[in-house]
C-alpha cells in the first residue's frame, strides 16, 4: 500500500554519485516535507536525511536531499561498499492523515 | 541513552487477538508522538498508527487496512505505548516497529526499536 513511488533498485561503482527518485502527489510530497530511510538487512531504518534537505549529526555529508513539486530524490556521491542497502523516502499525507513510505529502493555497490 | 523497546509478538491463529508493548526511555516520552510502523518479509515499510501527546489530546490516526482493527493507546506514567490487534489476517504477519519522531528548525529525533515480530498463521 505504498503511497510513494520509488525505483526497486540502483547501483553504482564505489566512488560513484547515484540518484533515488520519490514520486508522490499534492496530499503528501506537495504538501510537506520529505525524510530519507537507510536500512541496513535485519535492523530498524536509520533516518539519512529530514525536511528534504537536512542531515542529522554523524550522517555523512555525501548523501544530500532535494525535493520540487510533488517529487524528491535522494543522492549519493562517492558511493561507498557500505552504502549497499534499502533507501525509503516518507512524507505527511494529509488526505489520508497518516505517514506514507515510499516503495524502497536497493542500493547495490558494483 | 535512548531506547524503544517492542514485545508482544508471537504466533497466532487469523481472526486473534495480540496487543504488542513499546517501552521508552532516555527522551520526553509524555510530551512525543508514538507511531507503529510494520514490514512484512521482504517487503515495504507500512505506517500503521498514531498516538500524540497529551498536549495534542492524544489524537490518534490509523492506515485504513487496519481502521477499525488495531487499537494505539499509551500509558504516560509508565513511559509506554500499546498497540491493540484484534480480528487479526494473515496479511499483517509483520515485524512491528515503535517509532517516534520530530523535526523543527533546531534540529530532529527519530527513534526506532528493534521490532517484535507478529506471525498470523494456522
Known sequence: QSVLTQPPSASGTPGQRVTISCSGRSSNIGSNPVHWYQQLPGTAPKLLIYT?????SGVPDRFSGSKSGTSASLAISGL????EADYYCAAWDDSLNGRVFG??????VL | EVQLVESGGGLVQPGGSLKLSCAASGFTFSGSAIHWVRQASGKGLEWVARIRSKANRYATTYAASVKGRFTISRDDSKN????QMNSLKTEDTAVYYCTSYDYDDSGA???WGQGTL????S
Do not use: C, H, M
Open chain 2, 118 to 121: 507478529v506471525t498470523v498463521s
Open chain 1, 52 to 56: 528534504n534537505n537536512q542531515r542529522p
Open chain 1, 103 to 108: 516503495t524502497g529502493t536497493k542500493v547495490t
Open chain 1, 80 to 83: 561507498q561498499s557500505e552504502d
Open chain 2, 109 to 111: 529525533f527519530d527513534y
Open chain 2, 80 to 83: 509506554t505505548a500499546y498497540l
